[in-house]
C-alpha cells in the first residue's frame, strides 16, 4: 500500500513538472504589441516610401481595422464632431475612403499579403513635402497594451542622397514569412524550454527508477526466508 502511494505521488510530481514547465514556456496570451521603426524614414521628394509597422508576435489582422494617421494634424474647426480624417483606414477587409484625406486619395496602401503575417507598413507614392512629419500605426481592437505605434518621415530634397527602403524591414526579417506565427526569438525560447523540459524529465525519470528500485530490494529484505521459517517450525 505505501508502495502504491509513493508510486501515485511520483507520478503527480512528474505530472505537475511537466505542467507548470509547459505554462512558463507558452506565450501569454493576448500580449500583442504594434511595432513601428524607431529610426527616421528618409525621403527625397516624389519618390515611393514604405513606413515599417508591424504587429509582434505575429498574427492574422485581416479582420481587423487598421489606422493609419498623422496625430499632429487638427480637426476642421467646421466640423462639429470634431473628427480627424485618415492618411489610410482599413476596415472590413477593405479601404474605407470616407474619412480618407483627401491629399492621400490614390497614394496609400497596404500589403494585403502582409497583413496576414500582423504586416501593416503603409506604402506611399509619389512623396511631397507636405507628407513629411509623424504617423501614427494603430489597431484598436488589439488584445495588447500597445496598440500603436509613431514613425517619423522626413523628406528631403531631390539632390539630397536618401536611403530609401523598398521593402519592409520588420516582419520579414524579424518573423517567420511562411506564416509560422513565431519570432525568432519566441523560437529560441521555445527551444530552450524544450531542452530544459527533456533534461528535467531525464532527471526525474532516473529518480523514480532508481527509487523504485531501492523501494523493491527494500520489500525483498522484509520478507521472510523460507529455511527460516521451516527451521522455526521444527523447533
Known sequence: MDLQLNHSFS?????????LLIFSCTPAQGNFKVIG????IVAALGDDIILPCHVE???????????WSKPDLKPDPNDRLRRVEYVHLYRDAREDLDMKIAEY????????????RGNISLKITNV???DEGRYKCFI???????????????????????????QTPGPTEETDVNGGG????????????VGVFLMILLVVG??????RHKRQKQEIKKQPVPGALLEGSRC
Open 11 to 19: 507520478l503527480y510530481s512528474v505530472t505537475l513538472i511537466v505542467h
Open 37 to 40: 521603426s524607431p529610426e527616421t
Open 57 to 67: 508576435p505575429q498574427i492574422d489582422v485581416t479582420g481587423l481595422t487598421v489606422e
Open 105 to 116: 486619395v490614390e497614394r496609400t496602401e497596404l500589403f494585403a499579403d502582409g497583413l496576414t
Open 128 to 130: 511631397t513635402f507636405e
Open 140 to 166: 484598436p481592437k488589439l488584445k495588447g497594451h500597445f496598440k500603436s505605434s509613431i514613425i517619423h518621415l522626413y523628406v528631403a530634397p531631390k539632390s539630397v542622397t536618401t536611403e530609401t527602403p523598398l
Open 182 to 193: 513565431l519570432s525568432m526569438r519566441n523560437r529560441l525560447i521555445t527551444g530552450v524550454c
Open 206 to 211: 532516473a529518480i523514480y527508477v532508481y527509487w
